[in-house]
């Protein structure tokens, strides 16, 4: 049987960079974030202006990690 695949990595919201509001430009900061539907591969991002109040949603795919070469 093969190994089962991790479906979700949590990602601390301080991690995940600010985005810029396109309605005031201010900084809009991540406020949740979720695993997509089986099949799917990444993360829905929502995000919130504290500036205006704006929500954005930003669909981020996932992808594998780089080799470093790193023992």
Do not use: D
């Not at 049987?1 to 301080?14: D, G, K």
């Not at 695993?35 to 919130?48: D, Q």
């Amino acid at each position: 049987m093969p190994p089962r695949r991790q479906l979700f990595t949590y990602i601390p919201l301080v991690h995940i960079k600010p985005i810029v509001c396109p309605r005031c430009g201010e900084k809009a900061r991540a406020v949740w974030h979720s695993p997509l539907p089986a099949g799917l591969k990444g993360e829905m991002r929502t995000f919130e202006c504290a500036h205006c109040g704006k929500e954005m949603k930003m669909i981020v795919e996932e992808t594998e990690p780089q080799a470093t070469g790193a023992i």
